[in-house]
């Protein structure tokens, strides 16, 4: 199993609280990727980075910010948590040598905001 | 904007064999996926296929590409009940390392 763990595994927390979900990973590896999964939506991308100080919005990163300051970090922010931010979080990695792009997972988050 | 679909629910015989099917919108993508979820757990790279190719075969996973029509399909024979889990259909998009997911399809295996 690829080296990436996701702290903590579960959550709850009341709405209007900041909440910061950490990824950690011993692989080295340049990409970091944050999902969120909820029944009928899927996986959907929040944030990702492709390198330190270096990161990009996804399809839904409204509420969310993040943070990647060492390469093996990178930190899920919800400012202010809201009901609809209750979900499973999912971090992927990916290597820059991997030329077909293997995204391997945590093992998840679940959160619930009350 | 790119969109990757596939059917939701799958109930399956033990020892039958299951094919899932997925659809995709951008012709550019070079590399299809298929990951599959067990309860409670995070994602796993199951198989993937180049877009030059339109066969590939692991042991009892057969992946079949039709690029002129965009359907990605995923053969898993004599399943057992240890198949029994979400499977996703992923494409790249474009350059920038990110994937396109579909909402993933149950697989049920009654024994």
């Known amino acids: 199993d690829a080296g990436i763990t996701q702290s903590p595994r579960h959550k709850v927390t009341e709405t209007g609280t900041p909440v910061t979900l950490r990824c950690h990973q011993t692989?080295?590896?340049?990409?970091m990727y944050w999902y969120r999964q909820d029944p009928g939506h899927g996986l959907r991308l929040i944030h990702y980075?492709?390198?330190?100080?270096?990161?990009d919005k996804g399809e839904v990163s409204d509420g969310y910010s993040v943070s990647r300051s060492k390469t093996e970090d990178f930190l899920l922010t919800l400012e202010s948590a809201t009901s609809s931010q209750t979900s499973v979080y999912f971090c992927?990695?990916?290597?820059?040598?991997?030329?077909?792009?293997?995204?391997?997972f945590g093992p998840g988050t679940r959160l619930t905001v009350l | 904007g790119e969109d990757v679909e596939q059917s939701l629910f799958l109930s399956v015989r033990e020892g039958d064999s299951s094919v899932i099917n997925c659809t995709y919108t951008?012709?550019?993508?070079?590399?299809l996926y298929w990951y599959k979820q067990e309860p409670g757990a995070g994602l796993q790279l199951l198989t993937y296929?180049?877009?030059n190719m339109d066969m590939k075969q692991d042991q009892r996973l057969t992946v079949l590409l039709n690029k002129k029509d965009k359907h990605l399909s995923l053969r898993i024979a004599d399943t057992q009940t240890g198949d029994s889990a979400i499977y996703f259909c992923?494409?790249?998009?474009?350059?920038?390392?990110?994937?396109?997911w579909g909402l993933g399809t149950s697989l049920a295996v009654n024994p």
């Open positions: 951008d012709s550019s993508s070079t590399y």
């Open positions: 296929i180049f877009s």
């Open positions: 992923a494409v790249n998009a474009g350059n920038n390392r990110k994937l396109i």
């Open positions: 980075s492709y390198g330190v100080k270096d990161t």
């Open positions: 992927a990695i990916s290597a820059e040598e991997n030329s077909y792009n293997e995204q391997f």
């Open positions: 692989e080295n590896h340049r990409y």
